[in-house]
Nanobody, 123 residues
Framework: QVQLVESGGGLVQAGGSLRLSCAGS????????MGWFRQAPGKEREIVAV????????YYTDSVKGRFTISRDNDKSTVYLQMNSLKPEDTAVYYC????????????????WGQGTQVTVSS
């Protein structure tokens, strides 16, 4: 398994931007598909975006398409989530996670998780 640490969360006004980072440890980081999930209070954890191990394939949930971009730098063992045009409904704790399967979309398919970073979007 790979250890993950997220950073970059914070408070931002609606329409603003944030970039989340997730640093991984271990030599196997580049072999994992990486995902970003989020969980708002009282709601289930939901998938936001996934990127394949090489970065060529990406998936986005409908609500963030055109606003969020997932990317990775395997030399730095880091995955990013650039979030633009943020909305109050994007407020949640954001988690990065690693999976051996790019097609994974359920949180149960991801074996390694970070501790999460809070994103709050004010209206």
């Amino acid at each position: 398994q790979v250890q993950l640490v997220e950073s970059g969360g914070g408070l931002v006004q609606a329409g603003g931007s944030l970039r989340l980072s997730c640093a991984g440890s271990g030599p196997t980081f580049s072999t994992y598909a990486m995902g970003w999930f989020r969980q708002a209070p009282g709601k289930e954890r939901e998938i936001v975006a996934v990127i394949s191990w090489g970065g060529r394939r990406t998936y986005y949930t409908d609500s963030v398409k055109g606003r969020f971009t997932i990317s990775r730098d395997n030399d730095k063992s880091t995955v990013y989530l650039q979030m633009n045009s943020l909305k109050p409904e994007d407020t949640a704790v954001y988690y990065c996670a690693a999976s051996t399967n790019y097609e994974s979309r359920s949180h149960s398919d991801f074996a390694s998780w970070g501790q999460g970073t809070q994103v709050t979007v004010s209206s």
